[in-house]
């Protein structure tokens, strides 16, 4: 689909990738809806995609709560006059190993940080495709849902729950873009590897080389490389149901 005045929704939209990846798609036109929990950092990122040439409204949403999901979707098109996209990127961190053993203790992976990351990272994913789904049905709107997986969801120690839900998402991907088709929605996704953010980098030097020396490119992406990749999928009608990576050649 062409980007130019379609409405799109980009959770996770006030910062890193999520705000890359929106003043993008306004500079080709887009209309945005950003989804964030900082509101300081929601009206930046609208204030730079209306200076790349878009329109762009902030919207505050947990996407972990269903009432709040329900709630942004049908603000948003009501707001914007229809409903075209969207970007499943928010997501969270609460990384530590399953089990570590200190001088004969042992501690664990906490309920509370896998459910956490599951919360926000997949049950979120959950909620926003549906909801925006079924609105864009109720509109007999086509277009593109993208979720935003993980390299990691191969499997990286000490992130059982980011893997886990990564994976789920990858897998939830390719169901909804079976079952979705016959209403003109495509589903794909992109699975980053190591992108250069603010929580990378604030990374020690010595952990960022460490990092780097693996990656066959030998360097970290840049958000905007993924957000090309996102514009792409929007763009090609025949791109659904697949994993778009984009590691630099890593595999984990």
């Known amino acids: 689909?062409?980007?130019?005045?379609?409405?799109?929704?980009?959770?996770?939209?006030?910062?890193?990738?999520?705000?890359?990846?929106?003043?993008?798609?306004?500079?080709?036109?887009?209309?945005?809806?950003?989804?964030?929990?900082?509101?300081?950092?929601?009206?930046?990122?609208?204030?730079?995609?209306?200076?790349?040439?878009?329109?762009?409204?902030?919207?505050?949403?947990?996407?972990?709560?269903?009432?709040?999901?329900c709630e942004m979707v049908a603000r948003v098109a009501e707001d914007?006059?229809?409903?075209?996209?969207l970007v499943n990127n928010a997501g969270i961190l609460r990384d530590g190993l399953l089990l570590k053993v200190k001088d004969g203790e042992i501690s664990k992976m906490s309920l509370a940080q896998w459910q956490a990351v599951i919360d926000v990272n997949l049950t979120g994913v959950f909620l926003c495709t549906r909801e925006v789904a079924a609105k864009m049905v109720e509109l007999k709107s086509?277009?593109?849902?993208?979720?935003?997986?993980?390299?990691?969801?191969?499997?990286?120690?000490?992130q059982t729950n980011y893997s886990a839900a990564k994976a789920g998402v990858a897998s939830a991907t390719v169901v909804w873009?079976?079952?979705?088709?016959?209403?003109?929605?495509?589903?794909?996704?992109?699975?980053?590897?190591?992108?250069?953010?603010?929580?990378?980098?604030?990374?020690?030097?010595?952990?960022?080389?460490?990092?780097?020396?693996?990656?066959?490119?030998?360097?970290?992406?840049k958000p905007a490389e993924i957000a090309h990749s996102v514009a792409y999928i929007f763009e090609n009608d025949y791109y659904t149901g697949r994993i778009l990576e984009l590691d630099g050649g890593l595999r984990l």
């Not at 500079?27 to 930046?44: F, K, P, S, T, Y």
């Not at 914007?80 to 996209?85: D, E, N, P, V, Y």
């Not at 086509?142 to 000490?158: D, L, V």
């Not at 190591?194 to 066959?216: C, D, H, R």
Request: proline share 2%; hydrophobic share 45%.
């Open 1 to 69: 689909m062409q980007l130019q005045d379609k409405v799109i929704i980009v959770t996770g939209g006030g910062q890193g990738l999520g705000r890359a990846m929106a003043e993008h798609l306004a500079g080709r036109g887009a209309r945005l809806a950003l989804v964030d929990l900082n509101q300081e950092r929601l009206d930046e990122a609208v204030a730079a995609c209306k200076a790349a040439g878009g329109e762009a409204r902030a919207y505050l949403c947990n996407v972990a709560s269903e009432e709040q999901v």
């Open 80 to 85: 914007f006059g229809g409903l075209h996209g």
């Open 142 to 158: 086509e277009g593109a849902i993208i979720n935003i997986s993980s390299i990691s969801r191969a499997g990286n120690m000490g």
């Open 177 to 221: 873009a079976k079952e979705l088709a016959r209403y003109g929605i495509r589903v794909a996704g992109v699975a980053p590897g190591f992108i250069e953010t603010e929580m990378v980098a604030s990374m020690k030097p010595e952990a960022l080389e460490k990092m780097t020396a693996g990656i066959p490119l030998k360097r970290m992406g």
